[in-house]
């Protein structure tokens, strides 16, 4: 089926009427992994984490730096 095919859905209305129209329909969440990944040097997977976390917060500065009008906060 493609996105454009008509297809009837059936369901609980939140409202009494007749709606015609685009639907947005939720899939399932993904499985999580059953087993924990397995961790030999803690202390290089923190320092990973953190120098990850870094590198986000100065992109995130970078590009407040270039915001402008009510996206800069005036």
Do not use: F, H
């Not at 369901?11 to 947005?24: I, K, Q, T």
């Not at 993904?30 to 202390?43: A, F, G, H, Q, W």
């Amino acid at each position: 089926m493609t996105a454009t095919e008509p297809r009837v859905l059936t369901g609980l209305a939140a409202s009494p009427g007749l709606a015609v129209g685009p639907a947005r329909r939720m899939v399932p969440p993904p499985e999580l992994p059953t087993t924990e990944p397995s961790v030999t040097d803690r202390d290089a997977e923190l320092r990973r984490a953190i120098e990850a976390l870094d590198e986000v917060a100065d992109e995130l500065e970078e590009t407040a730096g270039r915001a402008s009008g009510e996206a800069a906060g005036g």
